[in-house]
């Protein structure tokens, strides 16, 4: 298996813009996961999704904010308008059901830059 | 809310030497993870603790649990340059555990 897949690695856009991360989980994982990394506030989960719907959502920053997984190998997060307070790195993980003995599955992340 | 706390923060060691990273954690959990972070990369995982007084080894690492203290201990024996890294305990919800809270993260530099 490849692993988590992201895309794109790095994005550049100017503030305003709309932007869209992409996520590919493990074949067979049932549970998908986005975080957010900052120096300031360090792992932040944002929202979470078991068998293609979303379970938790508090921790969207705000409305600017969205996600879907329309099946079980493809979620996209998608902020709109960005701001240059959303420069961050976004990492995507799936796992199997959380009490299995194995934990999450990190994907590479994707660096995003508002500026 | 479930609050993860690791310290130190920062570990700067020399080569050879020992060290233990403390990770608490607020709420009751019979599990806890450890992964380790590279600059510039994703969170790899390093050790699954499944139970009270569970230990893994791997290498110049060992982790612990102690559910009952509610406190992880990550220990460096005899550190190389190669474990230089930021290491991350994380802690499951204990309503669902469907979801892991992590710590601060602790960056650890081995010196030659």
């Known amino acids: 298996d490849a692993g988590v897949i992201q895309s794109p690695r790095h994005e550049v856009t100017e503030m305003g813009q709309e932007v869209t991360l992409r996520c590919k989980p493990i074949?067979?994982?049932?549970?998908l996961f986005w975080y957010r990394q900052t120096m300031m506030r360090g792992l932040e989960l944002l929202i979470y999704?078991?068998?293609?719907?979303?379970?938790?959502d508090s921790g969207m920053p705000e409305d600017r904010f969205s996600a879907k997984m329309p099946n079980a190998s493809f979620s996209t997060l998608k902020i709109q308008p960005s701001e240059p307070r959303d420069s961050a790195v976004y990492f995507c993980a799936s796992s199997l059901h959380p009490r299995s003995n194995y934990g999450y599955t990190f994907g590479s992340g994707t660096r995003l830059t508002v500026v | 809310e479930l609050k993860v706390e690791q310290n130190p923060l920062f570990l700067s060691m020399q080569e050879g030497k020992n060290y233990t990273i403390y990770c608490n954690y607020s709420t009751t959990s019979d599990r806890l993870y450890w992964y380790r972070q590279d600059p510039g990369k994703s969170l790899e995982s390093l050790f699954v603790l499944l139970s009270n007084g569970a230990v893994k080894q791997e290498g110049r690492l060992m982790a612990s649990l102690d559910t009952k203290a509610r406190l992880s201990t990550l220990h460096i024996t005899a550190a190389v340059h190669d474990l230089s890294a930021t290491y991350f305990c994380a802690a499951p919800d204990t309503g669902t555990a469907s979801k892991l809270t992590f710590g601060t993260g602790t960056r650890l530099q081995v010196t030659l």
């Open positions: 074949s067979g994982h049932d549970y």
């Open positions: 999704f078991n068998n293609n719907v979303p379970i938790d």
